[in-house]
């Protein structure tokens, strides 16, 4: 019967799954799913599935056949129900690393390879075995019962109408362990936002789908994520997460100052031998002068993409940005605009565009779809 329900319980699993991989382009834009993100788990609304019920056989005879009073409805007199059918929704939790596989298996994105030279150890406590000495905190319940039993039942001393089992000292069993030494993948992501004046609530709510999304699949590959965040005007400051994705300036745009920042985080706390790091900016485009472009093409190409896994730019579309900053991207770095046709290249600098919700889905296929 177990077993059964097992089954039934992983057959309703694949149903959820292919539910959300059918619709996975909705869910994608679904902003409540980044609100009920838990420690691991999030929970998601699945239309037209039935809850898993108890199916039981015949009940036509038995209770509720008698004679009753004709009953009064709650709407009172006059009262009428709608005449459209409801769109029924199931609350189903999914836990992150599931979510990354559907994301994977419909965008089709190779698992990442980390780079050679970016594994650090770290040191782990496993528990390896039994002995007969240690601190109460590690007794073995069971070893120690087990031990306390067979010593009874080699005295004579079992009364199995009268099973009282009592440990005494000799008796007693505690877990040992080692320390263990595991090799592990560590990565750390800078995101970069502009919040001059021309970047609005509308922009900066597309930014935050694309980022839980990224943050979703870079965590499916790696054990170890380390996420900071800064925000830039005309000058660059590092934030927490809520200000990263709350805070709005009205001054110009210095796209230099949130690169410049960035690289003193990198120097100060990320060596790339031992660290995959992801860098990812969003903006929509509009920089200060051509001075200021120069000088961002120069702290890329020299002191950011040498050391990072990956260096994404999402231009985000917004109706008073100049839109031109990607062109600079593209010119300084030819093989950036993945999203061509035919156009892809194992560049280290990686662009999209995203002018809408629909836009993610091609995003997030553009900046993974190399395996970096």
């Given at each position: 019967?177990?077993a ?6 992983q ?59 004709e009953g ?16 029924h ?10 979510l990354a596989?559907?994301?994977?298996e ?19 406590d ?6 007969p ?40 069993r ?40 990224i943050?979703?699949?870079?965590r ?51 060596p ?7 860098l ?10 051509e ?14 993409a ?15 940005g100049?839109?031109?900053f ?47």
């Amino acid at each position: 019967m177990v077993a059964k329900i097992e089954q039934d319980h992983q057959r309703f699993r694949q149903i959820v799954k292919g539910k959300i991989r059918k619709d996975l382009r909705k869910f994608l834009q679904r902003r409540e799913l980044v609100g009920k993100e838990g420690k691991n788990v999030v929970s998601i609304p699945v239309y037209d599935l039935d809850t898993p019920t108890f199916r039981y056989g015949d009940n036509s005879s038995g209770v509720g056949m008698g004679e009753g009073q004709e009953g009064q409805g709650q709407g009172g007199q006059g009262a009428q129900g709608g005449d459209q059918p409801g769109q029924h929704a199931l609350e189903v939790d999914v836990t992150l690393e599931e979510l990354a596989d559907i994301l994977a298996e419909e965008l089709k994105l190779p698992r990442i390879q980390p780079k050679g030279s970016s594994k650090i150890t770290t040191v782990r406590d496993k528990f390896t075995g039994i002995r007969p000495v240690g601190p109460a905190s590690l007794r073995s319940f069971k070893r120690t019962y087990r031990e306390a039993l067979k010593r009874q039942l080699m005295l004579g001393a079992y009364d199995p109408d009268d099973p009282v089992i009592i440990p005494i000292k000799r008796d007693m069993r505690y877990r040992s362990w080692n320390e263990v030494k595991k090799p592990q993948n560590n990565a750390a992501i800078i995101y970069m936002m502009d919040v001059s004046g021309s970047m609005g609530d509308q922009q900066k709510e597309l930014v935050r789908l694309e980022a839980f999304w990224i943050d979703t699949w870079l965590r499916r590959n790696y054990e170890g994520i380390e996420s900071r965040y800064i925000v830039h005007d005309v000058g660059a400051k590092e934030v927490d997460k809520a200000t990263f994705f709350s805070v709005r300036e009205d001054g110009g745009t210095r796209i230099s100052s949130a690169y410049t920042l960035a690289k003193e985080i990198l120097d100060e706390r990320y060596p790339a031998s031992e660290w995959n790091i992801y860098l990812f900016h969003f903006s929509d485009g509009d920089n200060s002068s051509e001075s200021d472009n120069r000088l961002c093409v120069q702290v890329v190409k020299e002191q950011l993409a040498p050391r990072v896994n990956m260096f994404g730019y999402c231009q985000v579309a917004s109706a008073y940005g100049s839109g031109s900053f990607i062109n600079v991207l593209h010119e300084a770095f030819p093989g950036s605009d993945q999203s061509r046709p035919n156009k892809r290249s194992d560049s280290i600098v990686v662009t999209s565009r995203v002018s809408g919700k629909d836009d993610i889905y091609d995003s997030l296929r553009t900046f993974f779809g190399a395996g970096k």
